[in-house]
């Protein structure tokens, strides 16, 4: 049975439009020395690493599609926000966060890394 996995939830805003967003609706921020792609398909956020794991593209250079998924700008290689899942069949995966909104602001969720978590 796999563990539930724990986060640390760090505040990265007040409002959806704390961010420095480019037309395309995605933006590169630091947390806690990670470099993260926010991405709003309409008023729902999500996080991704900000580095395609095909070939290292900028994801915030890219764009979102139709059905909310992140596109790279280098091959056009598509990944579900949600889960991180290639759905455009290459098999690659991307590293996802969860983002949750609060009546404080925005918060992102990182995994805790210890070394018990190894075991866990």
């Keep these: 049975m796999a563990a539930e996995k724990k986060y640390n939830w760090v505040k990265i805003g007040e409002a959806i439009n704390d961010f420095f967003w480019q037309e395309n609706d995605l933006c590169e921020i630091n947390v806690k020395g990670k470099t993260i792609c926010i991405a709003k398909h309409g008023e729902q ?48 995966y991307l590293k996802t966060y969860p983002v ?19 075991f866990k």
């Design 45 to 92: 956020l999500m996080a991704c690493t900000h580095k395609c794991p095909h070939a290292g593209g900028h994801l915030a250079d890219g764009f979102i599609d139709a059905l909310g998924n992140i596109v790279c700008p280098l091959h056009r290689y598509k990944f579900n926000l949600q889960n991180g899942r290639n759905t455009s069949g290459e098999g690659y």
């Design 100 to 118: 949750e909104t609060r009546s404080d602001g925005i918060y992102i969720g990182l995994e805790e890394n210890s070394f018990f978590s190894f």
